[in-house]
């Protein structure tokens, strides 16, 4: 997990330095192909690719995975891009909420007594930075609030395919499939629903040249070893932990913000923030019931596809 972290916090400063360079959409497809290229090398290197079963018979649940995946990055990049890190942070600490909603829906399990009771500091503390932000819902905080709802979907359906399915496998499809839709999206969308702040440049000064190929060396290789971490991490907890402890990132993040980019949290956003951090501590604790949860996990994709088609039935 620390792995993850880490990739995750090169993944969010590099994205901040670029969007004054490329669209969001530039910026995904940038990180789609340097990681089809690290999986790519791997696996000729090994030759994992000649071995039975690498490549799953039906890819329908990858191809359901990197669709969600895509829209959810897309997302998560557009709210990077544009809006403070401080109340981007504030809403990604709601992944948990979002994952134990899910388990319900598709489980029908309702979290114990100690994972509830974290999920309740969770939701007060989240209540509480939103009231001192003073975070109006608009358009901007729905798409953030959809990319973390997206992305937590999608790391739920990950502990799914990673409990029969190797990582360098799930990781190199998942790219595979992103690439073209990728391509697609940077050819026929218009640039002026995503342009960069400032116009196209063929030449840098030195400095700022050697920060923007940083930016985009750390914004591959985080996105390689972010997804590869999370799959090895889905193997040693339950979903509810894993959702927990993926939120230990922003304050990281919020760290580099300050120290790399001068974006200074507001003070009051203290107390707030440790209750927030007691939530994700306490819904992180072990729990004995972790391994029946994981092998619920297995259908999990074709739940949430009864639970979708249940929703659009009408009534």
């Not at 330095?17 to 969001?24: P, S």
């Not at 395919?161 to 190797?166: D, V």
Request: charged residues 10%; glycine residues 8%; contains cysteine.
């Amino acid at each position: 997990m620390s792995a993850y972290l880490a990739s995750y916090l090169a993944i969010a400063v590099s994205i901040r330095l670029l969007a004054g360079y490329l669209t969001i959409i530039e910026i995904g497809l940038l990180r789609s192909i340097g990681s089809l290229a690290i999986a790519g090398s791997i696996v000729w290197a090994s030759g994992s690719g000649r071995q039975h079963g690498f490549l799953p018979a039906k890819p329908r649940d990858d191809i359901l995975r990197s669709v969600l995946h895509l829209a959810g990055s897309l997302a998560l990049i557009w709210s990077l891009s544009h809006l403070p890190l401080a109340l981007v942070t504030t809403i990604e600490f709601t992944g948990p909420l979002f994952a134990g909603v899910l388990l319900f829906l598709t489980l029908r399990r309702r979290p114990g007594t100690v994972p509830a009771l974290g999920l309740a500091l969770l939701a007060s503390g989240i209540s509480l930075l939103l009231l001192k932000l003073n975070a109006v819902p608009n358009s901007d905080i729905a798409i953030a609030i959809a990319a973390v709802a997206v992305l937590t979907t999608t790391n739920l359906m990950l502990a799914s395919l990673a409990a029969n399915r190797s990582t360098l496998s799930i990781v190199f499809l998942m790219h595979a499939i992103q690439l073209p839709l990728y391509l697609l999206l940077w050819l026929f969308v218009p640039e002026l629903w995503s342009p960069p702040p400032q116009p196209y440049r063929l030449a840098f000064p030195a400095p700022e040249l050697a920060v923007i190929g940083g930016a985009v060396l750390a914004l591959i290789v985080g996105g390689f070893v972010s997804q590869a971490a999370l799959a090895n991490a889905s193997r040693h907890g339950t979903p509810l932990q894993l959702c927990s402890a993926d939120t230990l990132r922003v304050p990281l993040i919020t760290l580099a913000a300050y120290l790399i980019l001068a974006e200074l949290p507001p003070k009051d956003l203290l107390l707030p923030g440790l209750v927030v951090l007691c939530g994700v501590i306490v819904a992180s604790l072990p729990q004995q019931a972790g391994s029946r949860v994981r092998r619920g996990l297995n259908d999990m994709p074709g739940r949430l596809s009864r639970v979708s088609s249940r929703s659009r039935r009408p009534r």
